[in-house]
């Protein structure tokens, strides 16, 4: 990126197929120029805030699963805010929620009763397994918290200290949760008193994993790895083990439905409890399930959430079982905004949309079709390397080789300006950025998808030319 005053973002490039027809008007632009941003961005921000595309963009209305640039450009939205939008940009049922609230009362804590976080705690139990006893929840205002607190309350419940994370794994970006989080360029060096006590197991992505066999062995194996991290590098006896169903950060890898049960019983044989990291997964993305954990039939002792739950609120949530939660009790624990009224009224309004709009079989139905059509890619794209995930939780991983599996990072980038030139937002993952991350607001429709494949496809060609 150049300090000078940036260039005019790129024109639309012409695409074989019209993104399909919306009727939301986007309110006229007023406020400062794109150039003008960027550059007290750059001056008054600190860098470690980044953006994606060689030439940042500015976004600044959002409707459902589209979203707005400054001269009112649409751009379908395959991203979601990082996951985060599950019902839509602006849903108007949500927005209503958190408007009547602001306008009724904005602020206060936990040390008062309200009703909506009663509502909501109670809504929320409904939706995890039946017999479960998963009703207890805490909420507070992002992932990491929510890891942070499930970390905790697995260290006072045990009474061990070491946890257990996956490579490839991310959960988050407070000190224990960037200890956790596997890549060194996704964590800090912090000093060990503030990482120690965490271990990072093998993998069960069949498509890197060094073991090799069927996806079901190189699970296995992959699980069979706690078992040597417990023996070799624990006291014997850990506090927790934490695993995203299917890694988001990490390029939407997953094993296969067998990793998380063994990986669960070689946790609680050395006393873990487990805990399912579902910032990404969870609220009906994968389709099948409306939690990640139950494609695998587990049933872990926490279930962490943020992103989704909010549609864009600042809101997460840790639910475990009381027994486990009452050990908190030991603690003065307090979170000034976890609980705060408008958050609520977000989340409850977001578990009524996804039921209401059907989200759930959405995302099974349009991420088939579209996990469908992007495989279909892989024949007449060689730099596909693979394509896979669940629902609308979908990963494109692009290569040099498909032999080798070199990882084709700038043709990746390339491959997010060129979408973005067709009015398709992507996101990008993996250790090396060669994932494409699929994973829009869950609204998105068949034409949606049958838009975001044809434009993957020009978008590919023109990757290799480049
Ligand atoms: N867990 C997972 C699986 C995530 O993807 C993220 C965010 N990308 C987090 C935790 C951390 O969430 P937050 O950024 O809200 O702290």
């Known amino acids: 990126m150049s300090t000078s005053a940036p260039p005019r973002h790129t024109a639309a490039a012409p695409s074989r197929t019209a993104m399909p027809a919306c009727d939301h008007v986007p309110r006229p632009y007023t406020g400062p120029s794109r150039a003008d941003v960027l550059a007290m961005r750059k001056q008054f921000t600190n860098p470690a805030v980044f953006t994606i595309y060689s030439e940042p963009l ?35 049922k949500i927005v209503a929620a958190m408007d009547e609230q602001l306008h009724t009362l904005q602020h206060t804590t936990t040390i008062y009763l309200h009703p909506t976080m009663a509502l909501f705690a109670k809504k929320l139990a409904s939706k995890m397994p039946k017999g479960s006893g998963l009703d207890v929840t805490y909420f507070v205002n992002s992932g990491s918290e929510a890891n942070d607190l499930a970390i905790t309350m697995a260290r006072l419940y045990t009474g061990n200290f070491d946890v257990i994370g996956v490579r490839n794994g991310y959960h988050g970006g407070s000190p224990t949760a960037m200890g956790l989080t596997s890549h060194k360029t996704w964590k800090l060096n912090l000093p060990s008193s503030q990482i120690g006590g965490v271990h990072h197991a093998m993998n069960p992505d069949p498509y890197r994993s060094p073991f090799s066999g069927t996806r079901e062995e190189v699970s296995s194996r992959a699980a069979e790895d706690i078992r040597d991290l417990v023996r070799y590098s624990t006291p014997g006896k850990i506090a927790a083990f934490i695993a995203e169903p299917i890694q988001g950060v990490g390029g939407a890898t997953h094993g296969a439905p067998n990793y998380l049960p063994e990986a669960y019983a070689a946790a609680r044989e050395a006393g873990g409890l487990c805990i399912a990291d579902e910032v990404q997964t969870g609220f009906g993305r994968t389709g099948e399930h409306y939690w990640g954990f139950e494609n695998s039939g587990v049933t872990p002792d926490f279930v962490t959430m943020a992103k989704g739950i909010g549609n864009g609120a600042p809101l997460a949530a840790v639910t475990t079982r009381m027994e486990i939660a009452k050990t908190l009790t030991q603690r003065l624990h307090f979170n000034t905004y976890g609980g705060n009224p408008i958050s609520m009224a977000a989340g409850l309004a977001v578990l009524n949309a996804i039921d209401e709009d059907g989200l759930q079989q959405n995302s099974k139905v349009v991420g088939k079709r ?26 494109v991983e692009l290569v040099r080789d498909r032999a080798t599996k070199a990882p084709a990072s700038s043709e990746t980038a390339a491959v997010l300006d060129a979408a973005r030139e067709r ?44």
Do not use: W
Not at 58 to 84: H, K, P, S
Not at 370 to 389: A, E, F, I, T
């Open 58 to 92: 500015m976004i600044v209305e959002g409707y459902m699963q589209y979203l707005y640039d400054e001269t009112g450009r649409r751009y379908l939205d395959l991203f979601a805010g990082i996951v985060t939008v599950s019902c839509g940009h602006s849903h108007p």
């Open 370 to 395: 579209l996990k469908d059509g992007l495989g279909k890619l892989m024949r007449s794209h060689p730099l596909v390397g693979d394509v896979r995930g669940m629902g609308l939780m979908l990963g």
């Open 423 to 466: 009015g398709v937002l992507l996101g990008k993952g993996g250790l090396d950025g060669n994932v494409l991350r699929i994973k829009p607001p869950m609204c998105i429709t068949a034409a949606d998808a049958d838009f975001a494949v044809d434009v993957l496809d020009e978008s590919l060609t023109a990757a290799a030319r480049s």
